[in-house]
């Protein structure tokens, strides 16, 4: 992975930053020992802490062992660029390489290869690789308030040649991008799944979805409209057994 996504500069090396080819910076205390402080959150791609490194909070993600590709015809040198590892690394990389660090997607702090030492809490979890990116730490939640704002950042992650997939609520922080394991970043290797006419789309589909993203009828979180309407329509095969449940308890 290092000299492909992933560079072993520490972030703050004076030297010029690549545009053309993003490798992501390491983070610059990535020998120090992590204080794991609470569990945050987890989706297929991994596993999020926040955690104090020398006095200092982040948001720490741990990535699973990832072997999935949509596309087995892709060549094994290309598969590891449709991994969410890869994903990230290179996006976060294009945006600090244009100076977006912290604008369109939370701010991040480079990659980390967690030693023994440090991967000794995660033991028990079955299939997390030792891969991991440090994040600022976002306490708060997407807000409906966010949204006008998340859809005029949307012009930075166009124009640093990002094609973001998986937009939805639950993957912002306040008006921030924090996961970025879907974003396909300019010159995608795997060329077909590189469409400027698919990408164009997109944007413009996700801005009208953001549009109608609403407070959620059953626990006020944000999420998109259709979601409300399938919770205030026929209730789903799945909400009548969950409210049979109910009953019972
Ligand atoms: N930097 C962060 N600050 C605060 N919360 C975060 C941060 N990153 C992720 N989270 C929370 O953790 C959850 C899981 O992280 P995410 O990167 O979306 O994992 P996955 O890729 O597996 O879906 C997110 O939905 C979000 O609520
Ligand atoms: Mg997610």
């Not at 390491?26 to 791609?45: D, L, M, N, S």
């Not at 166009?158 to 939805?168: F, I, N, S």
């Not at 924090?178 to 589909?205: C, H, I, K, M």
């Not at 309407?229 to 789903?236: A, F, L, T």
Request: aromatic share 14%; net charge positive.
């Amino acid at each position: 992975m290092i000299g492909r996504w992933l560079s072993e500069l520490p972030m703050d090396d004076p030297t010029r930053k690549s545009t053309s080819r993003p490798m992501l910076r390491r983070f610059i205390h990535h020998t120090e020992p992590i204080k794991f402080i609470k569990y945050i959150g987890h989706g297929a791609e991994g596993r999020v802490y926040l955690i104090e490194v020398l006095g200092s909070q982040y948001a720490l993600k741990i990535f699973s062992n990832w072997t999935y590709t949509s596309n087995i015809y892709l060549r094994e040198r290309q598969k590891p660029y449709t991994f969410p590892f890869s994903h990230e690394c290179r996006a976060f990389a294009r945006l600090d390489s244009l100076d977006e660090n912290g604008t369109w997607a939370v701010k991040c702090h480079g990659w980390i290869k967690l030693s023994d030492e440090q991967f000794k809490p995660l033991q028990r979890f079955s299939g997390l690789s030792r891969w991991a990116i440090v994040k600022d730490y976002i306490p708060n939640e997407v807000s409906i308030s966010d949204v006008p704002e998340i859809r005029r950042k949307m012009t930075i992650a166009r124009k640093a040649l990002l094609y973001p997939k998986d937009l939805q609520p639950r993957n912002f922080r306040g008006s921030f991008l924090v996961d970025l394991g879907a974003v396909r970043t300019y010159p995608y290797p795997p060329q077909r799944f590189w469409s400027n006419t698919r990408r164009r789309e997109y944007f413009a589909w996700f801005d009208k979805d953001a549009s109608q993203w609403e407070v959620s009828v059953r626990d006020g979180k944000v999420i998109e409209g259709w979601l409300n309407r399938m919770i205030k329509g026929k209730p789903s095969p799945c909400e009548t057994a969950e409210a049979g449940d109910a009953k019972l308890d």
